[in-house]
């Protein structure tokens, strides 16, 4: 039961009415309104919700290709060609709710249910380390009693304290089920980065439908989770929807008055915003029979919206998404993907070569992994992208983008309003390009090969050279010869 004073808290967040009446305004705009729309854009001071209800809702090809085009302008203007590169850790797969899409679930009987030991937690770090990843960000179903918040922190540590040669996690992010106020404080004090929530759907009666039983049918206690976040002092917040359960249009704007409320309230908007659609998961009826499944042109739409809406605000996008889409992705205002993602705990250790796993018979492209009976992945839901980490930088490093494993902001307190503080005048550009290109530099000596290191190393020569700031471009310079005598871990 939703109590009164949530309700009206619920409207204040998020003003159900006027979202749905600005969907049936802003429906049949003329061209001439959009684009100008999307020229007042290219100034990055972001577009009110009535603003994006327009560009979402015009189906002309021409304004979307402009929409595009605009998206990947403002992206540069504001990130670079930087992608920052991440992993999902899952820590267990054990969860006491119900959620109709989520192979978690815990109707599944069939899945056999795993919390990570801090041994457990050691390998699968030391894979990613291998991997030549430096973030990570821990998943985990919702378990008080198994995977509270002194198995968090017990985790983050280990993760943390896991070392080899040079390879270390240097930012961990966290994507778990709310917390009260006394438990963020105590993430936020074991060093985290940002703690993301998804609201899944902000349409109350899809949510209620979707959620039938287990704490998190609480649509209220997750709706206000990200302020008690910041409340404990956690400044960098994620927000996301999960497409595909109501109306894509409805939920983008939903969000835009979610961190325009949290904007308002603390001063700075979410640090991130995921756009995870719908897979096939096992043993959950919804995930292959979507109420309102988004098409792959509306969901491209709704990411260059997304980037115009709020260009300061980064942009995941995850490998549930096939290759070939997030290339195109990449182009239209992505900034942070994850690679080679498994998504059951204990995936990487299992699957690792050294293990020899066996070959999926049910797997696309015939690669190793691991599957139930009904012939899915035992991951939380199945995943698209299917490329190696190395892989995925070959290809983006091919395609003009700078592979970033730079974590210097969050290290520095560059958080929350002080990384807006800098964002805005530009300084994550002046900051940023040079902090990709050593931290690439590192990726490339310690865990590239040839091939990689030869696409690589003429990146980093040309993206050098393209520092406008002398000083900086020269001490850019010096510190990748430092590193190749063998230093590490070198930021602006
Ligand atoms: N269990 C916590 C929760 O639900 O908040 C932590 C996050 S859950 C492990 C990670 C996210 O996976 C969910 O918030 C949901 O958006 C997403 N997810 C669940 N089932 C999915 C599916 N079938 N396809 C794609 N994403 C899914
Ligand atoms: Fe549990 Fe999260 Fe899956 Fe829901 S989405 S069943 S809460 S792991």
Known sequence: MIEDFQLKMHREMIPIEEIEQTLKTTGDVSAREARSIIQKAEGLKGLTPDEAAVLLQCRDKQISGLLYQTAKRVKESIYGNRLVLFAPLYLTNTCINNCLYCGFRRANRTLERRVLSEEDIRSETETLIRDGHKRVLVVAGESPRECGIDYLERAIK????????????????????????????????????????????????????????????????????????????????????????????????????????????????????????????????????????????????????????????????????????????????????????????????????????????????????????????????????????SEVIRDISQDGFSPSFCTACYRVGRTGQEFMDHAKPGHIQKFCLPNSILSFKEYLLDYGGEELRKIGESLIEKQTAAIQDAHLRKATLKKLQEIEMGKRDLYF
Request: charged share 20%; hydrophobic share 35%.
């Open 158 to 389: 280990t993760i943390y304290s896991t070392k080899i040669g040079h390879g270390e996690i240097r930012r961990i992010n966290v994507n778990v089920a709310p917390l009260h106020i006394g438990e963020f404080r105590r993430l936020k004090a074991a060093g985290i980065g940002t703690y993301q929530l998804f609201q899944e759907t902000y349409h109350l009666p899809t949510y209620q439908k979707v959620h039938p039983s287990g704490p998190k049918s609480d649509y209220h206690h997750r709706l206000t989770a990200l302020d008690r976040a910041m409340e404990a002092g956690i400044d960098d917040v994620g927000m996301g929807v999960l497409f595909g359960l109501y109306d894509y249009r409805f939920e983008v704007l939903a969000l835009l008055y979610h961190a325009r409320y949290l904007e308002k309230k603390s001063g700075v908007g979410p640090h991130t915003v995921s756009v995870p659609r719908i897979e096939p998961a096992a043993h959950a009826p919804l995930s292959t029979n979507l109420p309102s499944a988004v098409s792959d042109e509306d969901f491209m739409k709704l990411i260059a919206v997304l980037r115009l809406a709020i260009p300061y605000t980064g942009i995941i996008l995850s490998t549930r998404e096939s290759a070939g889409l997030r290339d195109k992705l990449f182009h239209i205002g992505v900034s942070q993907i994850s690679a080679s993602s498994k998504t059951y705990p204990g995936g990487y250790t299992e699957t690792s070569p050294s293990n020899n796993p066996p070959i999926s018979p049910f797997n696309k492209g015939g690669l190793r992994g691991i599957w139930d009976k009904a012939g899915f992945e035992r991951g939380q839901f199945t995943t698209s992208d299917l490329r190696s980490t």
